[in-house]
């Protein structure tokens, strides 16, 4: 092939152009059947690098890429700061890649195999198990190293860094049971995020071992949708305590609330489980489960440094610690 470009060896090879690179000046560090894989398409496109594209392929900056549904959720603009300074560090380049429910998945993945990025880290939450799993597809296939950053996904051994949810919302719960609270609500979301499910779960276990009904009800994380919803919900239910898988859904909780006549804590008890801006902003201040998000960006940014410098990497599943911080939502 004429002209054929370093460029065009990673697009058919489906692999980064730092990969190339490493195969033409280090190949001792790129596993046997990628290094195989490359110097086959080198030979079949006729590519010939010569000592300034060698160079220009060395000096080839760090890219990583990120995708994410929603980057104006409090939670993840904390992640995202997290990330960034790592990167910073290390003075990588970051592209940022918009995967919400209504992006065509595929084509996404396409788009971030073609920018050529060393390593994803992937932030989005509400893909179901086949989407993932089509999604991970893509990305193995390219053999770029990925990272879940804040993201569950139990069907494959993937790397990822969070909290353990199920228990943490197990903790809060029992927390909720041993004050004396019967009727204790989760609030979750109509639309479907695997985190959630998680919290759903560790809910529902203590529910069940205090031989109480677990009680969910969805919403949505429009507030004008909310405050409808919760105008209606408090009309109907006797509530003692609500959980909210958002601290924004807590806050617009207490709102409606306090103008229906409801004092919190003493008439109604509320958690948040994220621990965001909105808890101290919030009045009164509300008790949440300390997610660490900005740890869990810092921290999933230097875990996919380690896979792609090579790194040996022996925890891949990555927990970080998470507290419960108590104000005057309980007390």
Known sequence: MANTTI??????????????????NNPEKVNPETREKVLKVIKDLGYRPNAIARGLASRKSTTVGIIMSDVSRAAGAQLLGGILDVAKKYEYAVKLFEMDEDSDKKEVMRQVVAEQVDGILFLNDELDPNEMGMVLNHISDAQIPVVLCNACYDEKDIPSVAIDYEEATYDITKELLQSGKKKIYLASTVHKYAINYKKIAGYTKAMKEAGLEPLVFRTSGDVSINTLHFQ????????????????????????????QGFKVPDDI???????????????????????????????????????????????????????????????
Do not use: W
Request: charge should be positive; hydrophobic fraction near 45%.
């Open 7 to 24: 460029y065009d060896v990673a697009g058919a090879a489906k692999v980064s152009l730092a990969t190339v690179s490493r195969v033409m």
């Open 232 to 259: 209606e919900f408090l009309k109907n239910n006797k509530v003692e305590a609500i959980i909210a898988v958002r601290d924004s859904i807590a806050v617009n909780f207490i709102n409606v609330a306090f103008k």
């Open 269 to 331: 008890v509320v958690v948040g489980l994220q621990n965001t801006k909105y808890a101290l902003l919030s009045r009164p201040t509300l008790t949440c489960v300390d997610t660490p998000v900005y740890d869990i960006g810092a921290v999933s940014m230097r875990l996919l440094t380690k896979f792609m410098t090579h790194e040996d990497v022996t925890d891949t599943k990555v927990l970080l610690p998470y507290k419960i911080v108590e104000r005057e939502s309980t007390k």
